[in-house]
């Protein structure tokens, strides 16, 4: 089974794990932000919740504008943190955020904007900054979008997910960049007043996790462990009677409580610094991918291909295709994990719907929700040709029917 996703993990990251040093973290945030060009970074327990970090330490309440499209967690920070979140459409030509219709949506209630860097394409952030003025916080959504042009140039901050499907991997956690001074200093305060102190215990639990990581990735376990996880998170959410229908959907609960009770560990951050190495290759190779996939799919009608560009860092090669679940399956039997990120559109979701007036001002979010598809396009494969061959040729079989 070739995965819809794998973490670079490789010997020596098994090598930092047992050589971590008490200044792990510090020099992980240093070398980060010299990596991403920023004065200032700061880790936490995951990406969202380095937002939600944002949001309370900035004092940010009323609206924030966000696009239509993007990571569920996202809203629910706004939401979880007593603000509104007021949604914007999006392009289907980068799946980020229409600029041109902020100003529709931008009022004196707006604090703040938080564009998403979708799959690794970069939003217009110099644009935004130049509609919604200097008073109004840009915090970017760089979750898939480490080394993407620009990023963090024209924002007051930036942050950065660590998990599975990103670019750079440290069994979640999280990264909070800036250049303001001030932001820092805010940011460092709720770290310290908020979060819990790191227990011994931690440190090995997380260690073990990352021990298995080449195992529970390899092309022979990777369906049964995805397929486990899936069927472990549809028992959790039955359970606890979750159901994305339900306008009562308890998102704090769901995607920011069990952060409220972690921490950043020594052993990510040194699986962190390891990866730091290695990730300017890593994203040249995801970008050679894209241009192989768009060269030999460019002649078939049924599917819109993406943009190749060297802007973008490619945390995920997206295209567009009917009957997407019938596609998914096709080629899971072929032996191809497909991913979806995402499958949903935040203004139809329920939960949101009183936040929405109109939800067909939203046909561009509604139509990537449904039809988006992610092929593999992690940096192994580059070296592993003939998976790639096989990706091309079973896509070709499917869609020649």
């Known amino acids: 089974m070739i995965p819809r996703f794998k973490p670079n993990f490789n010997y020596e990251e098994i090598i930092s ?27 936490f327990p995951s990406g969202r919740f380095g937002l939600y970090a944002l949001i309370k330490s900035l004092k940010i309440h009323d609206e924030i504008i966000i696009p239509g499209f993007t990571c569920i967690v996202v809203p629910a920070s706004i939401v979880a943190s ?36 979708m799959y690794g394409y970069p939003a217009d952030i110099k644009t935004i900054r130049n509609i919604v003025g200097e008073d109004t916080y840009i915090i970017e959504d760089a979750a898939q979008a480490i080394l993407t042009k620009d990023v963090g140039k024209f924002g007051d901050a930036v942050f950065y997910s660590f998990n599975f499907e ?10 909070v960049t ?28 997380k260690t073990i996790s990352l021990l298995y990581t080449k195992l529970i990735f390899s092309d ?31 998102l704090k609960e769901i995607y920011l409580s069990s952060d409220f009770n972690n921490t950043f560990l020594r052993v990510q951050a040194a699986v962190g610094i390891s990866q730091l190495d290695k990730i300017k290759n890593d994203i040249k190779k995801r970008y050679e991918i894209a241009k192989i996939y768009n060269d030999k799919l460019k002649n078939l009608e049924s599917i819109n291909l993406p943009l190749v560009s060297d802007d973008c860092s490619y945390a995920h090669y997206t295209i567009m295709v009917n009957n997407r679940d019938k596609f998914e399956g096709f080629m899971r039997k072929k032996g191809i994990q497909i991913n979806k990120v995402f499958e949903y559109s935040i203004p139809h979701v329920p939960y949101f719907s009183h936040f929405v007036k109109d939800k067909d001002l939203f046909r561009n979010t509604y139509t990537a929700s449904k039809n988006n598809v992610n092929l ?26």
Not at 178 to 205: C, H, V, W
Not at 229 to 249: G, M, S, T, V, Y
Not at 376 to 401: G, W
């Open 17 to 43: 794990l047992i050589n971590n040093k008490k200044d792990a973290i510090k020099t992980f945030e240093e070398k980060f932000a010299y990596l991403v060009n920023s004065k200032y970074a700061i880790t």
């Open 82 to 117: 007593n603000c509104k979140p007021v949604f914007v459409d999006i392009s289907l030509e980068n799946f980020n955020i229409r600029t041109n219709e902020i100003k529709s949506v931008f009022s004196e209630k707006t604090k703040a904007v938080i564009p998403t860097h």
């Open 166 to 175: 990103k670019q750079l991997f440290t069994f979640g956690g999280g990264m």
């Open 178 to 205: 800036t250049n303001n001074e001030e932001i820092y200093k805010k940011l460092m305060d709720f770290k310290i007043n908020f979060l819990p102190k790191t227990k011994s215990n931690n440190n090995l639990n």
């Open 220 to 250: 022979i376990l990777f369906d049964f462990f995805s397929r486990t996880w899936d069927a472990n998170a549809l028992r959790i959410w039955r359970k606890n009677k979750w159901e994305f229908d339900n306008i009562d959907l308890p």
């Open 376 to 401: 593999p396009v992690y940096p192994q494969l580059f070296d592993k040709p003939h998976k790639i061959t096989k990706i091309i040729n079973n896509i070709k079989k499917y869609f020649e029917k």
